[in-house]
């Protein structure tokens, strides 16, 4: 096998960029996960949006996608975190325990603080 | 190999998927063309695109499977594991090229499974190609929204007292489940722990189950 040194000109593996920017939310927060409306390619899926959960962890600055799947940058990086919801609160008739959860990956603009009007 | 030894009737030589001989999609035909630029272009030779290929496509579920047994065997190891994934996988040589790689534990309170909704995001790099089930529409719709009636179908049947988390893969983490170790295999190795660790178990879809 190759060393990742050989295939630096072709690829940029290491591509999380630790970001100085404090992030919005921290660990315990309650969100809502937000409809913002943006057509193409989004990585909020429509199940979860307008549902409320808590900010499980922050997982780094990351170029945006939506961005970057139509050949831009996505600079500067924005902040993702996951975000746990309860079963029972996506599926009003989820047939499963109390206590099952889901978790999914949300970026920063895409959350309101929980109290906050909904979009 | 040299002898033509192995065990099943040559009727089992029909192809298992249509034949390849199809017009070229759009994509296929722009690869071709880019292909023959770089090469005739001298920017890249055929070897190196080939070497390229083969290393994009090295993924294998072994190598979780060694990371998981290794972490069974090792609590500090582990614990490195559940930090750092990438860089766990690099002590055991392992090269995971994915931007971000999570591992989530399963424990007795809690069984984990992924399932990327949008797609079929996975960690190619390290576990190489997903499972055809997990690129379907019916696990990527189903798995989130009735995950105890998708997994029985598989054959994993989750006590009520205990929790389901279902991992949406959707946006840039990738992630590894490191199941629980079976009752019953104190004795064996790192190597004969690792072979009780199916592909799909490393998704949550299975459980390791100690040789009979």
Known sequence: MRSKHEYGKYSNPERVIMSETTPSYAVGDRVRILDIGKPGHVRTPTYVRHKIGTIERFCGMFENPEDKAYGRWGLPPIPLYRVQLKQGDIWPDYDGGPGDVLEIEIYDHWLAPAGEATR | MSTHDHNHDHDDHAPTREDDDLELTEGEARFLALKSLLIEGGVMTADEIRARMEFNERGSPHQAARMIARAWLDPDYKARMLADTKAAAAELGIEATEAALV????????????????????????????????????????AVREPRKVLREFGVEIPDAVDIAVHDSNADLRYVIMPMRPAGTEGLNEEELAALIARDSVVGCALPVAPA
Do not use: Q
């Not at chain 2, 424990?107 to 992924?114: D, G, K, L």
């Not at chain 2, 190619?124 to 990527?140: D, I, Q, T």
């Open chain 2, 103 to 142: 591992t989530i534990e399963n424990t007795p309170e809690r069984h984990n499974m992924v399932v990327c909704t949008l797609c079929s995001c996975y960690p190619r790099s390290l576990l190489g190609e997903p499972p055809a089930f997990y690129v379907s529409k019916a696990y990527r719709s189903r």
